[in-house]
C-alpha cells in the first residue's frame, strides 16, 4: 500500500504533468472506480469534461485537483497508480480510467489491480473535498500544527504507536512509518503516551519527519525518470528500513536481533535493546 511520502511523491509528478491542463475526454473501463462518485459515472464524464486542472492537493492519502470550484478526488487504496505518459501507448488491462486532454499531449490513466482505489467529484471541493475535511493535517502539509499535535498526543490514555496511527489526530503516518520513527526516537509502541516526557515527544516527531524527508528523497531520486510512471509504487525506501519487516536480523544501531510483536491485527517491529518494553502497570 503507497504511505504518504509515495503519494507526496505522486502529487508532485502530478502537478508538473497535469496542472494547467484541460480535460478533453474520459473514459471509463471499469465503473468499480468511480463507486464513490453516487451520481454515476456518466455524471462524472459529463461534469468533468472541458474543464481546466488548476492544481494537485493532498491531504493524508487523498489526492485532489480543483476544477473551478469543483475537484477531482481520487484514493490510490492499496495498489492504485495515477500514470502520466504518451496518449499512444498501449492501454494496461488495470486501467480502470483515462483522461485525454484538449493539448492532445500525454494522457492520465488511473490504474488499479485491486480496484480498491477512486475517484469521484467534489462538489464546492476546490479549496477542501468534504468528504475529507475529518482527516488531520499530515506532517508534510503546512497546515500541520506540531504544538497542537503534541499537546493531544499527550492527552491520550492510549499506547503511543495506536495513537500515532488514528488519523483523526495526526494523518498520514502508517505501520511501517510508526514503527521506524518509533525505533529512531528509541521508544517502545507499548509506552503509554499520557505518560511520556515532553523531551521523548519532541524526539518521536522529529523522527516522523525525518523518516519522510528520508524516504521523499529517496524518491525524489528518481523523480525526474516519472514522467511515463508517475505513480504509487513504493519499495524505494525499504533497503534503508531499520527495523520495519526485520524480524530476527540485527538492529543497525546495535545488534539485537530485531524483534516482531502481534498489534492490532498487524505487527509492530523493535529492537529489544534500544526500545525496552515499559514495565506493566499495576
Ligand atoms: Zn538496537
Not at 492504485?80 to 486532454?101: D, I, K, M, N
Not at 536480523?249 to 536481533?257: A, N, R
Request: aromatic fraction near 8%; proline fraction near 7%; include cysteine.
Amino acid at each position: 500500500m503507497p504511505e504518504l511520502p509515495e503519494v507526496e511523491i505522486v502529487r508532485r509528478g502530478l502537478e508538473r504533468y497535469i496542472v494547467g491542463r484541460t480535460i478533453d475526454s474520459v473514459e471509463m473501463l471499469h465503473p468499480r472506480a468511480l463507486r464513490r462518485h453516487l451520481a454515476g459515472p456518466d455524471d462524472f464524464a459529463a461534469a468533468v469534461r472541458g474543464r481546466q486542472i488548476t492544481g494537485a492537493l493532498r491531504r493524508g492519502k487523498y489526492l485532489w485537483f480543483p476544477v473551478g470550484e469543483d475537484a477531482l478526488l481520487a484514493h490510490l487504496g492499496m495498489s492504485g497508480q495515477l500514470l502520466v505518459g504518451e496518449a499512444s501507448r498501449p492501454l494496461s488491462p488495470h486501467v480502470r480510467v483515462r483522461l485525454t486532454f484538449a493539448d492532445s499531449g500525454p494522457d492520465l490513466r488511473f490504474s488499479d489491480q485491486r480496484t480498491f482505489g477512486h475517484l469521484s467529484l467534489a462538489v464546492g471541493g476546490a479549496a477542501l473535498p468534504a468528504a475529507i475535511a475529518h482527516i488531520a493535517p499530515d506532517p508534510l502539509e503546512p497546515a500541520f500544527d506540531l504544538a497542537a499535535v503534541k499537546a493531544r498526543l499527550c492527552a491520550r490514555r492510549s499506547g503511543i504507536k495506536r495513537a500515532l496511527l488514528d488519523q483523526s489526530l495526526v494523518s498520514g503516518i502508517g505501520n511501517i512509518y510508526a514503527d521506524e520513527a518509533l525505533w529512531r526516537a528509541q521508544l517502545h509502541w507499548a509506552r503509554q503516551a499520557q505518560v511520556l516526557r515532553p523531551a521523548a515527544v519532541t524526539r518521536l516527531f522529529a523522527s516522523v519527519q525525518e523518516v519522510f524527508a528520508e524516504s521523499l528523497s529517496a524518491g525524489g531520486t528518481t523523480f525526474d525518470s516519472l514522467y511515463v510512471n508517475v505513480n504509487g509504487q513504493s519499495g524505494y525506501f525499504e533497503r534503508s528500513l531499520a527495523v520495519y519487516g526485520r524480524a530476527g536480523q540485527p538492529c543497525p544501531k546495535c545488534g539485537t536481533p530485531v524483534r516482531r510483536d502481534p498489534f492490532m491485527n498487524r505487527s509492530a517491529y523493535t529492537c529489544p535493546k534500544c526500545q525496552p518494553r515499559p514495565r506493566a502497570r499495576l
